[in-house]
């Protein structure tokens, strides 16, 4: 890009930040795009590009009679998902990234993605996409700024955050900003690399169009650069949901739970009571992400960075999470879902019948009765979750909700039982590092295997997992009213592979539970595992058809496979070598000494 056009960049620039208008000249000179479009966030803007993505073909238009205001996008087949062997985090030390991540030197990195960047955007527009992660004027809220070439990526942004002139005001002269560039290069699996530079507030992202790998926002700095900056300044940047569970009294306990990608947290976060609940009311505050920090009450507050949900479309249906359904019927966008004839949208556990043709994910016609799936197992929605209807009326509040329980759970056929609450804040720690989860589709790579994911932080803790664990031992100090911490496992199997506890809105009976022992109004049972619902006073099985073998299948806790469990945190450990944090080993023998006796 000539040098006159670089001073256009400020010319047109709806700021006058001399860090943000340097940083992004010197970007466009790099990769010279053709123009240059700061989104201000606007209805008029969003119009304007969604026509222009459609006559580009980006997105297809849905039935607006079906579903107002959405749209379809078909990625490319190869980049479907997040890509963690492609991910890297960039730290002038390879031990500060530790042994969980995908290592790169930043003079190495920025060298190699530049040469990739160099000239990236001629013939395309750079887009200068600003943004919140928190509510606006939230001393939570952190700022970033994406260039993108990627409409779709603005699109999604729109939904995802509060992007715009809003998030510029709130930055105005400060240069405290993430600085993500995205550049969607030729959808090259060997040339593509989603690089975090810690120190710089940095994303470089190339390669790649698709959710966590470009939204950068999202995994990448409410995350990654989160997880980070968390520890620096003292709080803690979780994939976890958020949601308000309030009683027929009244009463609402905030809790936060960590599950690993597709593995229900957005289900969890919108679900419906049973029946049986009457009175009971769920309200959702955040599907994916959690930034915590302690109060000025001595409680650990907490927001949802984000302002709309990417949430896996398969399965989703009117029994599974109704408000989800509800959320995706206006103003969404699906990425690699099926059409209908009749312009609608489709997928494998939709509600009614499987239709007799279908256009699949990728375009190609489909039929009903094909051995192939018509929609992408990580087939997506973006929406804005002011259309959620059990949206929380803090989900927009700048100091976040104060959370009283914190749930730690995988995907696990076997060994973990239903629900533990941990003895203390340590031994939740140790829960919480110990978790183990069989693999879904969010990530590429193989299915179903189970592999450490301690906090379902794995793919996104930016720094080393050791550093990060102890991080977590360390805020004890900061948060005298520590909320409880429980381990939960949905995903049970008996012998012949079927799910033994039924989940999705019956899950409310577990969460009941929590809230009862959180309130201090349950007795308990002890175990070797921690505290358990007792068979008398437990969990409210009223209502629940469900047999007596299930209900302890789902909460036995069998020695064999404990045993066989604590052999494998032993690998997670030694893999964390000297960083492995002295309180969690100690846990783990506490635990083998309990299992020996
Ligand atoms: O593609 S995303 O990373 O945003 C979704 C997920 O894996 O949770
Ligand atoms: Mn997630």
Same mark, same amino acid.
């Given at each position: 890009m000539?040098?006159?056009?670089?001073?256009?960049?400020?010319?047109?620039?709806?700021?006058?930040?001399?860090?943000?208008?340097?940083?992004?000249?010197?970007?466009a000179?790099?990769t010279q795009p053709d123009n240059i479009?700061?989104?201000?966030?606007?209805?008029?803007?969003?119009?304007?590009?969604?026509?222009?993505?459609?006559?580009?073909?980006?997105?297809?238009?849905?039935?607006?009679?079906?579903?107002?205001?959405?749209?379809?996008?078909?990625?490319?087949?190869?980049?479907?998902?997040?890509?963690?062997?492609?991910?890297?985090?960039?730290?002038?030390?390879?031990?500060?990234?530790?042994?969980?991540?995908?290592?790169?030197?930043?003079?190495?990195?920025?060298?190699?993605?530049?040469?990739?960047?160099?000239?990236s955007m001629k013939g395309r527009t750079m887009?200068?996409?600003?943004?919140?992660?928190?509510?606006?004027?939230?001393?939570?809220?952190?700022?970033?700024?994406?260039l993108?070439d990627?409409?779709?990526?603005?699109?999604?942004?729109?939904?995802?955050?509060?992007?715009?002139?809003?998030?510029?005001?709130?930055?105005?002269?400060?240069?405290?900003?993430?600085?993500?560039?995205?550049?969607?290069?030729?959808?090259?699996?060997?040339?593509?690399?989603?690089?975090?530079?810690?120190?710089?507030?940095?994303?470089?992202?190339?390669?790649?169009?698709?959710?966590?790998?470009?939204?950068?926002?999202?995994?990448?700095?409410?995350?990654?650069?989160?997880?980070?900056?968390?520890?620096?300044?003292?709080?803690?940047?979780?994939?976890?949901?958020?949601?308000?569970?309030?009683?027929?009294?009244?009463?609402?306990?905030?809790?936060?739970?960590?599950?690993?990608?597709?593995?229900?947290?957005?289900?969890?976060?919108?679900?419906?009571?049973?029946?049986?609940?009457?009175?009971?009311?769920?309200?959702?505050?955040?599907?994916?992400?959690?930034?915590?920090?302690?109060?000025?009450?001595?409680?650990?507050?907490?927001?949802?960075?984000?302002?709309?949900?990417?949430?896996?479309?398969?399965?989703?249906?009117?029994?599974?999470?109704?408000?989800?359904?509800?959320?995706?019927?206006?103003?969404?966008?699906?990425?690699?879902?099926?059409?209908?004839?009749?312009?609608?949208?489709?997928?494998?556990? &939709?509600?009614?019948? %499987?239709?007799?043709?279908?256009? =699949?994910?990728? /375009?190609?016609?489909?039929?009903? +009765?094909?051995? !192939?799936?018509?929609?992408?197992?990580?087939?997506?929605?973006?929406?804005?979750?002011?259309?959620?209807?059990?949206?929380?009326?803090?989900?927009?509040?700048?100091?976040?909700?104060?959370?009283?329980?914190?749930?730690?759970?995988?995907?696990?056929?076997?060994?973990?039982?239903?629900?533990?609450?941990?003895?203390?804040?340590?031994?939740?720690?140790?829960?919480?590092?110990?978790?183990?989860?069989?693999?879904?589709?969010?990530?590429?790579?193989?299915?179903?295997?189970?592999?450490?994911?301690?906090?379902?932080?794995?793919?996104?803790?930016?720094?080393?997992?050791?550093?990060?664990?102890?991080?977590?031992?360390?805020?004890?100090?900061?948060?005298?009213?520590?909320? &409880?911490?429980?381990? %939960?496992?949905?995903?049970?199997? =008996?012998?012949? /592979?079927?799910?033994?506890?039924? +989940?999705?809105? !019956?899950?409310?009976?577990?969460?009941?539970?929590?809230?009862?022992?959180?309130?201090?109004?349950?007795?308990?049972?002890?175990?070797?595992?921690?505290?358990?619902?007792?068979?008398?006073?437990?969990?409210?099985?009223?209502?629940?058809?469900?047999?007596?073998?299930?209900?302890?299948?789902?909460?036995?806790?069998?020695?064999?496979?404990?045993?066989?469990?604590?052999?494998?945190?032993?690998?997670?450990?030694?893999?964390?070598?000297?960083?492995?944090?002295?309180?969690?080993?100690?846990?783990?023998?506490?635990?083998?000494?309990?299992?020996?006796?």
């Amino acid at each position: 890009m000539a040098s006159t056009q670089v001073a256009a960049v400020g010319e047109k620039a709806p700021t006058k930040n001399p860090t943000l208008l340097a940083w992004v000249a010197k970007m466009a000179q790099m990769t010279q795009p053709d123009n240059i479009v700061w989104c201000d966030g606007s209805e008029e803007e969003k119009k304007r590009l969604t026509d222009q993505a459609v006559k580009e073909g980006i997105l297809i238009p849905l039935n607006q009679q079906k579903r107002p205001g959405c749209y379809l996008h078909r990625s490319n087949p190869n980049d479907v998902a997040r890509v963690e062997h492609l991910t890297f985090i960039c730290t002038p030390n390879k031990t500060e990234a530790g042994p969980t991540n995908n290592w790169m030197d930043p003079d190495e990195a920025y060298t190699k993605l530049g040469q990739l960047f160099d000239g990236s955007m001629k013939g395309r527009t750079m887009y200068v996409v600003p943004y919140a992660m928190g509510p606006i004027g939230s001393p939570f809220t952190k700022i970033g700024v994406e260039l993108t070439d990627s409409v779709y990526v603005v699109l999604n942004m729109r939904i995802m955050a509060r992007m715009g002139k809003q998030a510029l005001d709130m930055l105005g002269d400060s240069d405290d900003f993430n600085r993500g560039l995205h550049s969607t290069g030729d959808v090259n699996p060997d040339r593509r690399y989603i690089c975090h530079f810690p120190h710089d507030n940095t994303i470089w992202s190339f390669g790649s169009g698709y959710g966590g790998n470009v939204l950068l926002g999202k995994k990448c700095l409410a995350l990654r650069i989160g997880s980070f900056l968390g520890r620096e300044e003292g709080w803690l940047a979780e994939h976890m949901l958020i949601l308000g569970v309030t009683s027929p009294k009244g009463e609402t306990t905030y809790v936060a739970a960590a599950f690993p990608s597709a593995c229900g947290k957005t289900n969890f976060a919108m679900m419906i009571p049973p029946a049986e609940y009457k009175g009971w009311k769920i309200e959702t505050v955040g599907d994916d992400i959690a930034w915590m920090r302690p109060g000025p009450d001595g409680r650990l507050y907490a927001i949802n960075p984000e302002a709309g949900y990417f949430g896996v479309v398969p399965g989703t249906n009117y029994k599974t999470n109704p408000n989800a359904m509800e959320t995706i019927a206006k103003d969404t966008l699906f990425t690699n879902v099926a059409l209908t004839p009749d312009g609608d949208v489709w997928w494998e556990g &939709k509600d009614g019948e %499987v239709p007799e043709e279908l256009t =699949d994910w990728q /375009g190609r016609p489909w039929k009903k +009765g094909s051995a !192939e799936k018509a929609a992408h197992p990580n087939s997506r929605f973006t929406a804005p979750m002011s259309n959620n209807p059990v949206l929380s009326p803090k989900a927009n509040d700048p100091m976040g909700v104060p959370i009283s329980a914190i749930i730690f759970g995988g995907r696990r056929s076997n060994t973990v039982p239903l629900v533990i609450q941990a003895f203390n804040w340590t031994h939740g720690v140790f829960l919480g590092a110990t978790m183990g989860s069989e693999t879904t589709a969010a990530a590429t790579g193989k299915v179903g295997v189970v592999r450490r994911d301690p906090m379902a932080m794995l793919p996104f803790c930016g720094y080393h997992m050791g550093d990060y664990l102890q991080h977590w031992l360390d805020m004890q100090k900061s948060i005298p009213q520590l909320p &409880k911490i429980f381990q %939960v496992n949905w995903f049970r199997q =008996d012998k012949n /592979g079927k799910f033994v506890w039924p +989940g999705f809105g !019956e899950n409310m009976r577990v969460l009941e539970w929590i809230v009862n022992r959180v309130q201090g109004r349950v007795p308990t049972q002890e175990t070797l595992l921690g505290w358990v619902p007792r068979a008398d006073q437990g969990l409210n099985l009223n209502g629940l058809d469900i047999s007596t073998e299930a209900v302890t299948e789902a909460t036995s806790i069998k020695e064999d496979e404990w045993k066989a469990e604590l052999k494998s945190q032993e690998v997670f450990f030694e893999q964390l070598g000297t960083k492995a944090p002295e309180a969690l080993m100690l846990q783990r023998k506490l635990l083998m000494s309990r299992l020996e006796t």
